[in-house]
């Protein structure tokens, strides 16, 4: 592995934990960030969240800049769901995340939620990372669709040598020669990670697999692991979902799993 001085100082250090003050990442805890693939109103924030709240998780997502495969897809609410992303933690005092996918957005993405989110097409844009590097914004980094674990732990080490420290990363799946899922969720990449760094790893079932019927059980797996949390789509009708409904849980599905989580918490020694 090539010199990685960010990512081995941390080897040396303590481990790497984000405190939001509602909830921390990296602790020993398990976080679940919830929410839907696009923020498509108010209304759908609000009742996610207000769910996400009532089940005792904190942390919510909710894409508002789309990096869709055709351009002729809903592409996000853009700036208006950054307001919608405000609105939604001022009111139900949760951590939201949201993909930042333009230097330029930075700024104000930054301004208008607690996370940012570098998507997996973006994971070697570089002077993105370089940006996000200048914020001290935390920020979930997630692996690129066909990315080694050396290029991801090196697209972490450009946004460390920039000064903010503060980077999850996130296993969401690569992309492999098998078709029936929508990519290959590669768990053992996230021990690989964890012995290497000291950084948060979290695990995206919902875009690992494509298929809502496989997000519980790798949530089983990703805790089995160790994994400090796990991100996935939740949606009030996924039947409706204006984006990757096919892999959104509803809340019904959402409360069992929150339930096997809570459940799982003691088995697997988290706090
Ligand atoms: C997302 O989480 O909204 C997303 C687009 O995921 P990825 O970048 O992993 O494809
Ligand atoms: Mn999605």
Redesign the pocket.
């Given at each position: 592995m090539n010199a990685l001085p960010e990512i081995k100082k941390m080897e040396t250090a303590h481990k790497t934990t984000i405190d939001f003050g509602r909830g921390t990442i990296g602790d020993g805890s398990f976080a679940v960030i919830a929410g839907p693939?696009a923020v498509e109103s108010r209304e759908q924030m609000f009742m996610t969240a207000k769910v996400v709240r009532d089940l005792g998780s904190v942390f919510m997502?909710g894409?508002t800049f789309?990096?869709r495969t055709m351009p002729y897809s809903f592409q996000g609410l853009g700036v208006d769901g950054l307001y919608i992303l405000d609105e939604t933690r001022k009111q139900y005092d949760v951590v939201v995340t949201t993909?930042v996918m333009s230097t330029e957005m930075v700024e104000v993405v930054a301004k208008h939620v607690d996370i940012l989110?570098i998507?997996?097409?973006n994971m070697q844009n570089f002077d993105l990372l370089k940006k996000v590097g200048r914020t001290s914004t935390p920020v979930i980094l997630?692996r690129g669709?066909s990315s080694t674990i050396e290029e991801w732990l090196a697209a972490a080490e450009y946004i460390m040598c920039e000064g903010n420290k503060k980077v999850i990363l996130?296993e969401?799946g690569i992309r492999t020669f098998e078709k029936y899922t929508r990519n290959t969720l590669d768990l053992s990449a996230v021990l690989a990670v964890k012995q290497i760094s000291h950084l948060p790893v979290i695990v995206?079932p919902s875009?690992g697999t494509g298929r809502k019927d496989m997000i519980l059980p790798m949530a089983r797996a990703a805790m089995a692991i160790g994994a400090d949390g796990i991100?996935i789509e939740v949606h009030p009708r996924p039947e409706e979902a204006l984006s990757d409904g096919e892999q959104s849980i509803n809340f019904d599905h959402f409360t069992q799993l929150m339930q096997e989580v809570e459940r799982l918490k003691k088995v697997f020694h988290y706090c």
């Amino acid at each position: 592995m090539n010199a990685l001085p960010e990512i081995k100082k941390m080897e040396t250090a303590h481990k790497t934990t984000i405190d939001f003050g509602r909830g921390t990442i990296g602790d020993g805890s398990f976080a679940v960030i919830a929410g839907p693939c696009a923020v498509e109103s108010r209304e759908q924030m609000f009742m996610t969240a207000k769910v996400v709240r009532d089940l005792g998780s904190v942390f919510m997502r909710g894409g508002t800049f789309k990096p869709r495969t055709m351009p002729y897809s809903f592409q996000g609410l853009g700036v208006d769901g950054l307001y919608i992303l405000d609105e939604t933690r001022k009111q139900y005092d949760v951590v939201v995340t949201t993909e930042v996918m333009s230097t330029e957005m930075v700024e104000v993405v930054a301004k208008h939620v607690d996370i940012l989110q570098i998507g997996s097409r973006n994971m070697q844009n570089f002077d993105l990372l370089k940006k996000v590097g200048r914020t001290s914004t935390p920020v979930i980094l997630k692996r690129g669709l066909s990315s080694t674990i050396e290029e991801w732990l090196a697209a972490a080490e450009y946004i460390m040598c920039e000064g903010n420290k503060k980077v999850i990363l996130c296993e969401r799946g690569i992309r492999t020669f098998e078709k029936y899922t929508r990519n290959t969720l590669d768990l053992s990449a996230v021990l690989a990670v964890k012995q290497i760094s000291h950084l948060p790893v979290i695990v995206d079932p919902s875009h690992g697999t494509g298929r809502k019927d496989m997000i519980l059980p790798m949530a089983r797996a990703a805790m089995a692991i160790g994994a400090d949390g796990i991100m996935i789509e939740v949606h009030p009708r996924p039947e409706e979902a204006l984006s990757d409904g096919e892999q959104s849980i509803n809340f019904d599905h959402f409360t069992q799993l929150m339930q096997e989580v809570e459940r799982l918490k003691k088995v697997f020694h988290y706090c």
